[in-house]
């Protein structure tokens, strides 16, 4: 399976922003939802947000009003805006299917997001 690629992340003070992209390789995939998760040291991996094939967005109730999306099809990516970003934001960042599980080989490294009080 092709490997999905994220990148952006970052060591930001509370309350600063940082722009995550999902680069999807694939052209199969990219007609796809794409969602995004996170998973801190010790802790399950949780779902973080949505962006559909026709650009509609959900996200999860702790980052509501804090992030938002965008996909460029032309470009093969997907953005995660995260503004106001809280300590507890701190996690590795994954792009993938929505609902996918932990045992797909097409997990990408992801990107680190550290936020310091």
């Known amino acids: 399976q092709v490997q999905l690629v994220e990148s952006g992340g970052g060591s930001v003070q509370a309350g600063g922003s940082l722009r995550l992209t999902c680069t999807v390789p694939?052209?199969?995939?990219?007609?796809?939802?794409i969602s995004w998760y996170r998973q801190s040291p010790g802790k399950e991996r949780e779902w973080v947000a949505t962006?559909?094939?026709?650009?509609?967005?959900s996200y999860t109730n702790s980052v509501q009003g804090r992030f938002s999306q965008s996909r460029d099809r032309s470009a093969g990516t997907a953005t995660l805006q995260m503004d106001i970003l809280k300590p507890e934001d701190s996690a590795t960042y994954y792009c993938n299917h929505p609902g996918a599980r932990p045992s797909w080989t097409n997990w990408g490294q992801g990107t680190r997001v550290a936020v310091s009080a």
């Open positions: 962006i559909t094939t026709n650009k509609r967005v």
């Open positions: 694939d052209r199969a995939f990219w007609n796809a939802d």
